[in-house]
């Protein structure tokens, strides 16, 4: 079905004239251009950025908030950066007017853990297990060949693609943080990008140059001092008891990987020590968690702590049975991640995807054995909340995003429903989950900026920042004296 666009709308589908890049703050790295640079490109984008009311009108809207509800036939206004009204009917005769028919307007996706450096490691390991491929390859031999403008130009193209496959918000966890400038670095990188995310500031190679943890006490006055931002601060241990002390005497979140698959550390029993120590605090995220027993799960929840799955690697990569249907039998309600993309996809359409099938998967095989212990199937609009106010929950920004509510930032996307793989539209819901991919992604805002316009990243010199990531690959894999393989 072809969009017809109403008198008074922005019509015009000329492709966006993409701008020069800028130049990072203090170090030649290719970075997304100004807004003002795309200023006359295309006289409809030009207008969005300028105006400070944008209406989009008459779309099928899924607010992912209870009390606004959903809508076949709705209108959104935004406003100076946030939400203004979601309903039918929105008259806003100053506003920059985007006619919706045709789409599907949702709030942005989260991804709640996401090793972001290595964007240009992208499938690198496309048969990899994480034992030994990954741990001995990504970690033992390439993250110690990354220097700071590797690690800017990773996180760049990892923070870029994001947003153009739909993912408005990121928990960042990269370990690559082997000197104080890879930390600067990756930090600049998310600015410039413009995603909203939170940088879990993690260890790096071990050495004489790596300050982690100390170093958070720079990072938390320098780079996050303000909270009228979009980048936050926490930091990425493990389940140590002087780990969380620091995260404790510093204010900031946690986010920890746990999982009771690896021999050498009871992860359940570490968890409970540091709950009778008091150390857990409401925000603290925790991930995988693969074959936790209930006892500590029931802890994370009670602490009002968080849940990041990462389904579709923790399948792929060995990393053993995804915790779904365990994590909600005890009532919480996890968030989604990609972990990393050197095998797969960071796309949360996918990861939906596959959180649906293995939880489908499970359940059937207990309707088997026992019918009546047998827990209930997900729905589309449940395993949606996992990817959208699920996440923004996990990155503890849930009462500024994560819903088309009122009064909160605008992160939201406009998705194309009128292609011919989803058209004609039976179920909202499950055309997002179980039809859409990042194709579908036709804009993206952020805070109410424009970030896709039309399938297109705005303000990105795109060559450029190819070229960039190709070349940071090459020298990476060269001193780390490892040999890619693009047709094996």
């Known amino acids: 079905m072809s969009k017809k666009y109403k008198s008074g709308t922005i019509a015009s589908r000329r492709g966006l004239l993409k701008a020069a890049a800028g130049v990072a703050a203090g170090a030649a790295l290719p970075a997304a251009a100004s807004a003002q640079a795309v200023q006359g490109a295309d006289p409809d984008l030009a207008r969005l950025q300028s105006q400070r009311r944008i209406l989009l009108k008459g779309g099928v809207v899924l607010s992912m908030d209870p009390q606004v509800g959903n809508f076949a036939n709705a209108d959104v206004l935004i406003e100076a950066g946030k939400i203004r009204d979601v309903r039918p009917g929105i008259a806003a005769a100053d506003a920059a007017t985007i006619d919706a028919s045709c789409r599907i307007v949702i709030p942005g996706f989260t991804d709640t853990h996401s090793h972001s450096y290595q964007g240009i490691l992208r499938n690198i390991l496309s048969n990899g297990r994480v034992d030994p491929d990954y741990n001995r390859d990504i970690v033992g031999k390439i993250t110690p060949a990354y220097t700071p403008q590797d690690a800017y130009i990773g996180m760049l193209a990892t923070a870029l693609g994001m947003i153009d496959m739909g993912t408005t918000g990121v928990i960042d966890v990269s370990q690559v943080n082997n000197t104080p400038e890879h930390s600067d670095a990756l930090i600049k990188a998310l600015q410039d990008a ?21 170093d958070i006490v720079r990072l938390k006055r320098t780079s996050f001092s303000s909270k009228d931002q979009l980048l936050t601060l926490a930091l990425g241990i493990g389940p140590d008891p ?12 946690v986010v920890a990987h746990l999982r009771n698959t690896l021999p050498q550390r009871d992860d359940g029993a570490r968890l409970k020590a540091l709950s009778q120590a008091g150390l ?21 929840k009670d602490s009002g702590c968080h849940v990041s799955l990462s389904t579709a690697v923790e399948m792929t990569m060995g990393h053993g049975i995804p915790a779904i249907q365990n994590v ?55 395993i949606l909340e996992f990817g959208t106010i699920n996440g923004a929950r996990c990155a503890n920004v849930d009462g500024k995003v994560g819903t088309l509510t009122p009064g909160k930032d605008a992160d939201l996307l406009m998705l194309k429903a009128d292609s011919i793989d989803i058209w004609p539209l039976n179920n909202a819901h499950g055309a997002v989950v179980n039809l859409m991919g990042p194709q579908h992604v036709e ?32 020298g990476v894999l060269r001193r780390a004296n490892f040999a890619m393989d693009l047709l094996g």
């Open 280 to 300: 857990l605090r409401p925000g603290d995220v925790f991930i995988h968690l693969l074959h936790m027993p209930p006892e500590p799960l029931q802890l994370i």
């Open 194 to 214: 413009g995603i909203r995310a939170v940088f879990g500031y993690s260890a790096g190679v071990a050495g004489p140059g790596m300050q982690h943890p100390q």
């Open 242 to 253: 002087k780990m969380f002390q620091i995260a404790r005497d510093n204010d900031v979140p």
């Open 328 to 382: 909600l039998d005890v009532g919480l309600q996890p968030s989604l991640s990609s972990d990393h993309a050197v095998t797969l996809s960071p796309d949360m359409f996918s990861m939906m995807r596959m959180t649906g099938v293995v939880q489908r998967y499970g359940v059937y095989a207990r309707e088997r054995s026992n019918p009546q212990s047998a827990p209930r199937l997900l729905t589309c609009r449940e």
């Open 443 to 474: 804009a993206v805002f952020i805070a109410g900026q424009v970030k896709k316009w039309r399938g297109n990243l705005v303000g990105v010199d795109m060559p450029r920042v190819l070229r960039s990531m190709q070349e940071a690959r090459d």
